[in-house]
């Protein structure tokens, strides 16, 4: 699940709280929009810029700006001192205050690739009519990454639809075979058992 967390610019994020809880997302009186995982150990990026400035507030003391920053903010995840560590450490590494996806538990991607998807769509391309179970098991990725791709690429499994039920356009063309039948056995009695 995803939340949509709005944030103030820098200079006035301090004491922000959530004032209404939507469908799922947390409106702070959007300023900019990031999306993060919702997750216990997820932060917004206002709560990691105020994680920053209490740890220079503290005198660099990781534990007692986690301390602090569970004590002005009792409503938002309680950080401990190795998150803030690794905040720090990442900020200095890639001047970035949010995780990657490799630190959140995400990983790289396996079955999205650029050649899983290539070999899906060349599939797909050759033979239309391809389910998706088969397409997956072909690609060895699963089911629901198959559908994401064609998604992704604008194209939708699609099923046929039977002919075998009678539409209205179809009686003209019926009643006019059923007068040409009757017409060839009035003109000839062994028509019918010839057909």
Do not use: P, W
């Given at each position: 699940?995803?939340?949509t967390v709005s944030y103030l610019a820098i200079q006035g994020m301090a004491g922000l709280t959530p004032h209404r809880r939507l469908a799922n997302s947390w409106d702070y009186a959007e300023t900019s929009e990031i999306v993060l995982q919702n997750s216990a150990?997820?932060?917004s990026a206002?709560?990691?810029?105020e994680m920053l400035i209490i740890f220079g507030e503290c005198g660099r003391n990781a534990r007692e700006a986690a301390r602090i920053f569970s004590d002005r903010f009792p409503d938002r995840p309680s950080p401990d001192h190795k998150t803030i560590l690794r905040l720090l450490a990442r900020a200095q590494e890639t001047g970035k205050v949010l995780p990657n996806r490799?630190?959140?538990?995400g990983g790289a991607r396996t079955a999205r690739t650029l050649a899983n998807e290539e070999a899906i769509l060349n599939i797909v391309e050759e033979d239309g009519t391809r389910s998706i179970r088969e397409i997956a098991?072909?690609?060895d990725v699963s089911s629901r990454s198959v559908h994401r791709i064609l998604n992704e690429n604008i194209l939708h499994p699609f099923h046929y639809t039977r002919v075998q039920h009678l539409e209205p356009e179809d009686h003209p063309a019926r009643r006019n075979v059923c007068v040409w039948l009757l017409n060839k056995a009035a003109e000839d009695e062994n028509f019918i058992s010839r057909i």
């Open positions: 699940m995803y939340l150990e997820m932060y206002a709560d990691y810029v490799n630190e959140i538990g098991q072909e690609v």
